[in-house]
């Protein structure tokens, strides 16, 4: 049906307010990061252009350097991670169980608190020596305490384990929800071929629901190459800034020296690794999908 030039303008006001506040919020400030990025933007010197000096100084700076180190793992084991056990959990869900809604509902819980809360609550369990509550239970079994907090290789754990935790039951309740409109007969046709569970789920399964898992890896991704809250509740960037992120370097250089002509320099990166990573997914995902 087509749709006439009076009802096109209407739809188009529908959309005004939408695109008003994504210019104003979005696009703005992107240029904006993006124009002082060229230049030596800061409090109480002229703006001058400096060309590529800020992205330079960027990359030989110690604390963005360790922090896109960590940033790239953060991303790619939050994303390989939550989407693996988030499908095994989504297949695990339609098998029939009296107690089915109650363990999706408890398991969707974690992705509705806050992100600050559910890191400073997880900081409280994760304390060092016989503090917290994880160590205390690993102690009660004979075991020593674990330094969740004060060891660089335990401090990126625990920031993948609440990670995993906050955004599992999101993930595996879209995974469940793309699964109930497989048609049962697909089912019955491959048990009759002589199909097990896992073979079900590689050559059924996945296939039929994966727009859905492109969907999830594009939106982990892009959410871990931005993630600031979890890390920040948990250990402020320590210890030793081996848990520092790239949003800590801007609000570093940017905020606490302002610098913000390298912390611009720094946004521009990440926007440009953020882009890149999810256009090699995408095209990735349409080479599986065909």
Not at 77 to 103: D, E, M, S
Request: positive net charge.
């Amino acid at each position: 049906m087509k749709i006439k030039g009076r009802d096109k303008i209407q739809y188009q006001l529908f959309l005004l307010p939408a695109v008003v506040l994504f210019t104003v919020f979005v696009m703005v400030p992107l240029v904006m990061c993006f124009v002082y990025s060229f230049t030596n933007y800061t409090v109480g010197k002229p703006l001058e252009f400096v060309g590529l000096k800020n992205y330079i100084a960027a990359l030989k700076d110690d604390l963005v350097v360790d922090s896109i180190g960590f940033t790239l793992l953060f991303a790619v084991v939050t994303t390989v991670g939550i989407t693996v056990l988030a499908l095994i959990l989504a297949i695990a869900f339609t098998k029939n169980c009296y107690t089915g809604k109650l363990q999706r509902a408890v398991l969707y819980f974690p992705s509705c608190i806050s992100l600050m809360v559910a890191g400073y609550a997880w900081r409280n369990l994760m304390a060092s020596g016989g503090e917290g509550l994880i160590n205390r239970i690993i102690m009660l079994f004979g075991g020593e305490a674990v330094g969740w907090l004060s060891s660089p290789f335990w401090a990126k754990m625990g920031i993948f384990i609440v990670a995993l935790w906050i955004d599992l039951g999101w993930c595996a309740t879209l995974f469940y929800a793309y699964i109930q409109s497989i048609d049962e007969s697909l089912y019955e046709v491959a048990l009759m071929e002589g199909a097990n569970a896992f073979q079900k789920a590689w050559y059924v399964t996945i296939p039929l629901i994966w727009p859905s898992v492109m969907i999830n890896l594009t939106l982990l991704l892009s959410q871990g190459l931005k993630v600031y809250e979890i890390p920040q509740a948990l250990t402020t960037g320590g210890p030793m800034r081996t848990t520092y992120t790239m949003t800590h370097a801007i609000l570093v250089r940017g905020i606490t020296e302002w610098e913000f002509g390298i912390a611009s320099a720094t946004g521009v990166i990440i926007f440009l690794m953020t882009a890149v990573l999810c256009a090699i997914q995408l095209k990735l995902g349409e080479k599986k999908e065909g």
